[in-house]
């Protein structure tokens, strides 16, 4: 589509590493790719840090450019550009915690699969309404896995009671920020709808299956609860 529309495609990759879609890894199919290493991302650092693939010589060069204040050579700046270079310390705890980024996807798949087959029984049943994602391609990681419910808020505070935290990712839809309260279209009822009923269950390589367990057992027994 964007060959057809001559767009340039730029991947947000930023919770999606070692990701694949049908077997092609995320990253590769477009001009540049941006990954995130905030410390809660899939790959972490202690602190802020990013990366931006390209397969593009030029892009290439003038990112590089772009991120150490347009400078071409020392005291040489041929741009206007921020320092965004990612700074010595986070590139070491990257570069320690890089090799355990496989293991960590592969727990995590695992996990999402025990949710899944833990939930199962509440999807789709009409008391309960809780949609599951669906297992849509095995190359997902798995950042966050994300429950759909018009009961939310009430699950949420009854999940909390029982000492399970979720989070909501995310309350608000891009054109109700205030920021874009200009734009167009600047109303979006479906991505509205789902903010209102999302919310995310813990996941990270950590947890252990007997914690999923747990949080299985107290969606499907709060979500009962709630429908009594
Ligand atoms: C999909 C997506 N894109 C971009 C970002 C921004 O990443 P950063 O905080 O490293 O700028 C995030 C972080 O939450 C994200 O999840």
């Known amino acids: 589509m964007a060959d057809q529309h001559g767009l340039a495609l730029i991947e ?15 990253g590769t199919t477009g001009i540049a790719a941006a990954y995130s290493f905030y410390p809660t991302k899939n790959l972490g650092a202690f602190g802020d840090g990013g990366a931006v693939c390209t397969r593009d010589a030029a892009l290439d060069t003038r990112l590089r450019r772009l991120r150490n204040g347009g400078q071409t050579t020392r005291n040489h700046h041929t741009e206007v550009a921020a320092h965004s270079r990612l ?11 890089l090799p355990y980024l496989a293991g960590w996807t592969t727990r995590r798949r695992a996990l999402a699969a025990q949710y899944r087959a833990g939930l199962t029984d509440t999807r789709g049943t009409t008391n309960t309404t809780i949609v599951v994602p669906p ?7 798995y950042h966050l896995f994300p429950l759909r419910t018009a009961a939310r808020d009430g699950l949420r505070k009854r999940l909390h009671a029982r000492g399970i935290d979720t989070l909501v990712h995310y309350p608000t839809p891009l054109p109700n920020q205030p920021a874009f309260a200009d734009a167009s279209p600047n109303h979006c009822p479906v991505a509205t709808s789902v903010c209102d009923e999302l919310f995310s269950v813990p996941l990270y390589p950590g947890l252990t299956d007997a914690a999923v367990s747990r949080v299985v057992d107290a969606v499907t027994d709060s979500s009962l609860g709630a429908a009594r």
């Open 135 to 141: 297992a849509c391609d095995p190359g997902h990681v």
């Open 12 to 26: 947000d990759c930023c919770q999606a590493h070692l990701a694949t879609c049908q077997g092609v890894p995320v």
């Open 87 to 97: 700074d010595e310390m986070q590139a070491a705890v990257l570069r320690a915690r």
